[in-house]
């Protein structure tokens, strides 16, 4: 169980790192090639590798076919359709239909211009960033966030990130801004045009 839950970790790593697509190529082998190259990672940070540095190339259409047809359990509920883009030179895509409802009926009311209660519903949800890499940490630095197309401040982003990445454990949720550790050895990951390289 724990070592499921250390993969489980780095799979939401890469997801990270992977964060709408039109034209993927989506399969339940690709899923699987993913799903494999995870166990990989996992194995050379158990194995403690060789001394060289081990690289894994992940792609844009494995990591969408996982979401697909593997992720659904890491997932939160109220969101769906999770899809990737990797744009390069570090800078990615995600998009997401959230369920903004959910979220509204936890916080107190904001007054007529808050976003949140101006686009309610299940909604197309777009977020691109950087992310930074290096020596073992990470940190995610947002460009630009949508709801259903319209602009939206990174405040408003963050809200939904807190709701829904809420555990008994951690209650406030994650800051997108925070500066996390990364995984199972992994010192960088190279996010290129359409695949990123794992770097251990």
């Given at each position: 169980m724990f070592h499921y839950q250390r993969r489980s970790a780095v799979a939401l790593l890469v997801s990270v790192a992977l964060v709408p697509l039109e034209a993927a190529t989506v399969s339940r082998q690709s899923a699987d090639e993913f799903a494999q190259k995870i166990e990989l990672i996992q194995d050379q940070a158990d194995g403690g590798g060789p001394a060289e540095r081990q690289r894994t190339r992940l792609t844009e259409d494995e990591f969408n076919s996982w979401l697909l047809y593997r992720g659904e359990r890491l997932v939160p509920t109220g969101?769906?359709?999770p899809q990737v883009t990797i744009i390069g030179d570090g800078r990615v895509t995600g998009q997401a239909v959230v369920d903004l409802d959910a979220v509204a009926?936890?916080?107190?009311?904001?007054?007529?211009l808050d976003p949140l209660s101006l686009i309610g519903g299940t909604v197309p949800v777009s977020v691109t960033g950087l992310l930074h890499t290096r020596d073992g940490m990470a940190r995610f630095e947002v460009e630009s966030a949508e709801m259903s197309g319209i602009p939206v401040p990174v405040t408003v982003l963050q809200e939904l990130v807190t709701y829904y990445s809420r555990t008994p454990e951690r209650p406030q949720g994650l800051?997108?801004?925070d500066t996390?550790?990364?995984?199972?050895?992994?010192?960088q990951i190279e996010v290129g045009?359409?695949?990123?390289?794992v770097v251990q």
């Open positions: 969101i769906g359709r009926k936890r916080r107190s009311p904001r007054g007529g800051r997108l801004d996390f550790a990364l995984p199972a050895g992994i010192r045009r359409a695949q990123a390289v």
